[in-house]
């Protein structure tokens, strides 16, 4: 088996070849078929549905890409690339004509073949006209897509961009039935290794393991899955303690210590990219302001957050969304705490004081309203006047995030430093949270894409950051480690992804029975 990091992938140049693998990772000997995994996840809404463009969160990430549907790639649990219905791909040496073979042999779940029409016509649809996807700005700069046989399929992109494996990847980017997609987004008919047994939008869902499936003895160890939305913590941390689940997410620091003291349960904390944020819409006043944007900046306090809302499960940021796991990371000094400099530029922008609605929920991250009143605290001696207001966690996504002019919200972070920029910063992303548009990050953002020299692109990638902290709408005070909880009754890979929650949201297919 081959496997290529993305460190390799840029410094071999796109063009040296195949580029990717055509296996999986091997599972130690002491994974057997066999058992039900129960989890008790959180993201879940009443509006949930097998369409992939709506997904946001870990629910319907680990129940339609960790286990009903499969993408083209996908990032393994140590962070390289891998094949998953593409088994290798190469390009021209610009970047900018993708080919990639795809894996033979596979049907979904309602029997029809797999082949480069289904490709074609899933990754059309974020591109569709009044389509709302956060894959958008990920398919849109592809400017043709061709069928070159039943099992290659051809990309051209407007530029070049040494990453597009790794988008290919993207939770989003689920492959579906061609001529089938409107029954398959309503059934739940993927190629994934799990089929849909039952599916109650925001409440439960139960699926089936796959036989005869191309990934048999690779992944897929359980019989049966059962994911079951539970949104409060405290509740999830009971089904757990209590047996009614064997894994859950997102665990509450305040209640830690319970967990740790019962022996059936053991605790997972890994480092990646996760950061929680406060986006602001930079075309709205006052955020339109930059001095507004850089007194709200000097108006938190990012160490106490650490401390007091991640009883220090994190690092501090510096207001970029390229974490630790990233390869260009730029370590930039955050902007301090500093009151008398947020009086400062409230007076750059002629104001003596501002006062600003904040919007939060536990739906943002645990812990969001009261990282929020602390930040409210720190703020106003700055005279900077926030104003929290508490939003319930069902239907925040759809009703407040990039809705309302100043919210709280969390990133899992990406694989690669384009792939988070251009999913939330680019200009025009439907998931641009903070409406940010700033000509020389724009520039720099294209040229990074294109730049096969890992040097170059460390100095355009830094420079971004530099701007984002500086000048950015998003305020990020912290990267935060995933913490989740297993019962010993689940045996884990010692490798678990740090790319998502729960090894990446795939622990139906990485997880087995103990």
């Known amino acids: 088996m081959t496997r290529i990091s993305r460190r390799g992938l840029l410094k071999s140049g796109a063009a040296a070849g195949v580029l990717a693998a055509t296996g999986f990772p091997v599972r130690a000997q002491t994974a057997k078929r066999g058992g039900r995994l129960v989890a008790g996840l959180s993201g879940a809404n009443t509006s949930d549905s097998w369409d992939g463009r709506t997904h946001s969160d870990l629910f319907m990430n680990a129940s339609a890409q960790g286990a009903v549907f499969d993408s083209l790639t996908e990032v393994a649990a140590d962070g390289s690339l891998i094949g998953e219905l593409a088994t290798d791909w190469e390009a021209t040496p610009d970047a900018?004509?993708?080919?990639?073979?795809?894996?033979?042999?596979?049907?979904?779940?309602?029997?029809?073949?797999?082949?480069?029409?289904?490709?074609?016509?899933?990754?059309?649809?974020?591109?569709?006209?009044?389509?709302?996807?956060?894959?958008?700005?990920?398919?849109?700069?592809?400017?043709?897509?061709?069928?070159?046989?039943?099992?290659?399929?051809?990309?051209?992109?407007?530029?070049?961009?040494?990453?597009?494996?790794?988008?290919?990847?993207?939770?989003?980017?689920?492959?579906?039935?061609?001529?089938?997609?409107?029954?398959?987004?309503?059934?739940?008919?993927?190629?994934?290794?799990?089929?849909?047994?039952?599916?109650?939008?925001?409440?439960?869902?139960v699926g089936e393991r796959v036989e005869n499936h191309y990934k048999d003895g690779r992944a897929g160890w359980f019989d049966e899955i059962?994911?079951?939305?539970?949104?409060?913590?405290?509740?999830?941390?009971?089904?757990?303690?209590?047996?009614?689940?064997?894994?859950?997410?997102?665990?509450?620091?305040?209640?830690?210590?319970?967990?740790?003291?019962?022996?059936?349960?053991?605790?997972?904390?890994?480092?990646?990219?996760?950061?929680?944020?406060?986006?602001?819409?930079?075309?709205?006043?006052?955020?339109?302001?930059?001095?507004?944007?850089?007194?709200?900046?000097?108006?938190?306090?990012?160490?106490?957050?650490?401390?007091?809302?991640?009883?220090?499960?994190?690092?501090?940021?510096?207001?970029?969304?390229?974490?630790?796991?990233?390869?260009?990371?730029?370590?930039?000094?955050?902007?301090?705490?500093?009151?008398?400099?947020?009086?400062?530029?409230?007076?750059?922008?002629?104001?003596?004081?501002?006062?600003?609605?904040?919007?939060?929920?536990?739906?943002?991250?645990?812990?969001?309203?009261?990282?929020?009143?602390?930040?409210?605290?720190?703020?106003?001696?700055?005279?900077?006047?926030?104003?929290?207001?508490?939003?319930?966690?069902?239907?925040?996504?759809?009703?407040?995030?990039?809705?309302?002019?100043?919210?709280?919200?969390?990133?899992?972070?990406?694989?690669?430093?384009?792939?988070?920029f251009t999913s939330a910063y680019a200009a025009g992303a439907p998931w641009n949270d903070s409406h940010w548009d700033h000509p020389r990050f724009q520039e720099l953002l294209i040229t990074a894409r294109a730049e096969l020299d890992s040097g170059k692109r460390r100095d355009q990638y830094t420079e971004m950051q530099m701007i984002l902290r500086d000048e950015g709408g998003v305020i990020i005070p912290m990267f935060a480690n995933w913490v989740q909880a297993v019962s010993n009754k689940i045996a884990t890979p010692e490798n678990v992804g740090n790319l998502w929650q729960m090894d990446n949201s795939r622990l139906a297919e990485r997880w087995w029975n103990a």
């Open 96 to 205: 900018k004509v993708w080919t990639f073979n795809l894996r033979k042999g596979v049907t979904f779940h309602n029997g029809k073949s797999f082949g480069a029409d289904d490709v074609i016509e899933s990754l059309q649809m974020h591109v569709a006209e009044g389509a709302k996807s956060g894959a958008q700005p990920l398919v849109a700069p592809i400017t043709e897509m061709k069928k070159i046989t039943e099992h290659q399929v051809q990309f051209t992109l407007e530029a070049g961009n040494a990453d597009f494996p790794y988008l290919m990847s993207d939770y989003h980017l689920l492959i579906y039935p061609a001529g089938q997609i409107e029954e398959a987004i309503a059934q739940g008919i993927g190629t994934g290794i799990y089929r849909v047994k039952s599916f109650d939008p925001g409440v439960r869902f």
């Open 226 to 420: 059962e994911y079951i939305a539970i949104n409060d913590n405290t509740a999830r941390m009971n089904a757990l303690l209590t047996g009614q689940v064997d894994a859950i997410n997102r665990i509450d620091f305040k209640t830690e210590a319970l967990l740790k003291a019962n022996p059936n349960v053991r605790i997972q904390e890994v480092t990646g990219n996760q950061h929680f944020t406060f986006p602001m819409l930079t075309d709205l006043e006052p955020f339109n302001d930059v001095n507004v944007r850089k007194a709200l900046k000097f108006g938190i306090n990012r160490q106490e957050m650490l401390d007091k809302v991640l009883m220090g499960h994190g690092r501090v940021a510096a207001d970029s969304p390229i974490g630790p796991a990233n390869q260009y990371m730029a370590e930039l000094d955050p902007i301090p705490y500093d009151p008398d400099q947020a009086k400062f530029y409230l007076k750059q922008a002629g104001l003596d004081s501002i006062n600003v609605d904040l919007s939060a929920s536990s739906a943002a991250f645990e812990g969001a309203v009261d990282a929020a009143q602390l930040y409210q605290a720190s703020a106003a001696r700055g005279g900077v006047n926030i104003n929290v207001v508490q939003e319930p966690a069902d239907g925040y996504w759809s009703n407040v995030w990039l809705k309302k002019p100043w919210c709280a919200c969390y990133w899992s972070g990406r694989a690669t430093e384009d792939w988070m």
